[in-house]
């Protein structure tokens, strides 16, 4: 069964890094793509990093040179490495992988196992 748990939410203060690590279980985690969102309330599911199994990524535009999305394999563990943190940046962040290869890393809808989600708060 697949299991993907988030952790490394917090407050912080804008200008300040915090660092969210998702942990994969049930599945051949070095294969498939994996991706970060994000949610605020009465709006859609965002897409914030996507890595592909060699490691390289993409980033949304509004995080681009702030963020950044790493994988160690070895460890069965996802990161998102975010600094510079803005108070825009505040949401519930989720981690999420899929067996097929998203067309759209950025797409909610290409993602079929999710994370609980841990809780991001920037204050300006």
């Known amino acids: 069964q697949v299991h993907l748990v988030e952790s490394g939410g917090g407050s912080v203060q804008a200008g300040g890094s915090l660092r969210l690590s998702c942990v994969g279980a049930?599945?051949?985690?070095?294969?498939?793509?994996m991706g970060w969102f994000r949610q605020v309330p009465g709006k859609e599911r965002e897409g914030v990093a996507g890595?592909?199994?060699?490691?390289?990524?993409t980033y949304a535009d509004s995080v681009k040179g702030r963020f950044t999305i790493s994988r160690d394999n070895a460890r069965n563990t996802l990161y998102l490495q975010m600094n510079s943190l803005k108070p825009g940046d505040t949401a519930v962040y989720y981690c999420?992988?899929?067996?097929?290869?998203?067309?759209?890393?950025?797409?909610?809808?290409?993602?079929?196992?999710w994370g609980q989600g841990t809780q991001v708060t920037v204050s300006s």
């Open positions: 999420a992988m899929d067996p097929l290869y998203p067309a759209d890393w950025y797409s909610a809808n290409e993602y079929r196992y």
């Open positions: 890595i592909d199994i060699d490691g390289s990524a």
């Open positions: 049930g599945y051949p985690f070095s294969s498939w793509y």
